[in-house]
């Protein structure tokens, strides 16, 4: 038996099929998966992703830790309640993970790491955290919900206090800020507006009850996985591992070489990678006929050389196939995947595919 | 709980068999193979005047999740497939044992269904997963 979100027993009573994900019980869908997707492109969904780990740092060294451990740059973030989106190197430039990082006070950081690698993250942290006497608390005692789509927000804000409320309203596009006994921030994994809620595990299950009754649709991690692939998203160890660096996942961007002092780890082997050139790199692909991409799968580039799904899946929103690969560096715009023995043409595109409810791709 | 109607057939690969009166016999997916799958976004069927053999494979339906193969629970000629799953899948999520039937297939020799599970049966196939 895997382990329990403090909202395990009302996944069960609103009827959820619950599937192992990386050794936590989780709803993958409450009914249709597809219906849930579309729930969040068009109107609210709320999943529960309290499977996810928070680690609250504090010390007057924090900043320092970070700056070392983060290929971002927390140097970054100067207004209190910024977030940051990192990676987490180890020497040779591998991903150890991908992670938030909100900065709340000098001396007090937040990070939400993903639920499969909490262990290492912790080891891993804690060891470089020591030597700059930065505190390290998890919190276990808090549930997490991400609440998505075009009318989250508003939903939301029915369920708060005035103060609160309005304090909500005013979050700018990844910020967060603690607002009486809720963090809330405004991120999230779908390409759609809307907050990520800690709140105290006992609230949860009562906030998700008055989240339904306004009008915001239980989503599973089905339905989270098809947005985040519509929205361009990578998933740790499908899309980038420790055995693959930011610049072959799609993720050059979270990469701050500048200010040219700060020695974070992996910049070495990043710098080495980046003057060379990087052999792979990440690209969309796009199926047009009837079947559907899945990770693994082998993709055959014209001219010579093959690349590998990471991430395939059906959108809903395109009616079609579409996926992450990772590629040769010179792979043009059509390649082929082997998908269950056949050989099929696929466009290589630039994600995202949907954003805000648009699809931004050609069908 | 998924449905299981008593008056079917059953495969362990969780296909359903239904003798029809002339003869002919239809097949679908069971009601706990479409909740295992998800939601289907598409499915493959077979060409009619296809003869198959008893488990061989001749249909492939893909849910967002994963493709499944179909196996034929009787040896027989293909003699209808249901159109209506091209463009909507879903009937077989909604409806698996009515509108989500998946082809007609005329018995090459008649109680071949014989081998094949009861509901009670099939009932402790699907318990097990």
């Known amino acids: 038996m895997g382990r329990h979100t403090c909202l395990y027993d009302l996944h069960l009573a609103l009827g959820a099929r619950m599937v192992d994900f990386n050794g936590w019980d989780m709803p993958v869908a409450y009914g249709s998966q597809i219906d849930e997707h579309h729930a969040v492109r ?52 591998g991903v150890i993970d991908d992670l938030i990082a909100y900065y709340l006070a000098e001396d007090y950081f937040r990070l939400v790491v993903n639920a499969g690698t909490r262990d290492k993250d912790m080891a891993w942290i804690g060891a470089h955290a020591e030597r700059l006497d930065v505190k390290l608390l998890e919190r276990r005692d808090l549930a997490m919900l991400a609440v998505q789509g075009p009318q989250a927000r508003e939903r939301c804000a029915t369920l708060l206090n005035s103060e609160a409320a309005c304090g909500a309203m005013a979050l700018k596009p990844f910020f967060g800020a603690q607002l009486g006994e809720w963090f809330i921030a405004r991120t999230g994994y779908t390409g759609e507006d809307g907050f990520e809620i800690m709140l105290p595990a006992g609230e949860a299950g009562s906030v998700w009850q008055r989240l339904n009754a306004a009008g915001v649709r239980s989503c599973g991690l089905g339905a989270r996985d098809t947005l985040r692939l519509e929205a361009g998203l990578n998933l740790y160890g499908n899309d980038m591992d420790e055995q693959t660096q930011p ?89 082929q995947v082997e998908v269950r023995g056949r050989l099929l043409p696929a466009r290589v595109v630039q994600p995202p595919f949907v954003r805000h409810g648009r699809v931004l791709i050609a069908t | 709980m998924s449905k299981i109607p008593p008056e079917l057939k059953y495969t362990s690969s969780h296909e359903w068999l239904k003798e029809l009166p002339d003869g002919n016999v239809e097949v679908g997916i069971s009601d706990h193979a479409q909740e295992a799958l998800g939601d289907l976004v598409f499915v493959e069927l077979p060409e009619i005047g296809r003869q198959l053999a008893a488990g061989e494979a001749c249909a492939v339906v893909e849910s967002v999740k994963a493709a499944s193969d179909i196996y034929a629970p009787v040896a027989g000629t293909v003699t209808a497939v249901n159109e209506q799953l091209t463009r909507t899948p879903e009937l077989v999520n909604r409806d698996p ?33």
């Open chain 1, 42 to 93: 068009r109107a609210a969904g709320v999943f529960d992703i309290s499977h996810m780990c928070v680690v609250d740092l504090s010390g007057a060294r924090t900043r320092e830790l970070l700056a070392g451990l983060l290929a971002n740059d927390v140097g970054r973030l100067s207004i209190a309640g910024r977030a940051l989106y990192s990676c987490m190197l180890n020497d040779h430039a």
């Open chain 1, 247 to 335: 610049f072959e996942s799609g993720l050059g961007w979270t990469v701050a070489f500048e200010p040219p002092g700060r020695d974070f780890i992996g910049r070495a082997a990043l710098e080495q990678i980046r003057a060379h050139g990087s052999e792979r790199k990440q690209v969309g692909l796009v199926l047009d006929e009837r079947a559907v991409l899945r990770s693994h799968q082998r993709v055959l580039v014209e001219g010579g050389g093959e690349g590998e799904v990471t991430s395939g899946t059906f959108s809903p929103m395109l009616g079609r196939s579409i996926g992450l690969a990772r590629v040769p560096a010179a792979t043009a715009d059509a390649v």
């Open chain 2, 97 to 129: 044992y009515g509108g989500g039937w998946m082809m007609r297939l005329k018995p090459a020799t008649p109680a071949t269904a014989a081998a094949l599970l009861s509901a009670a049966d099939y009932q402790a196939v699907a318990d097990e997963g």
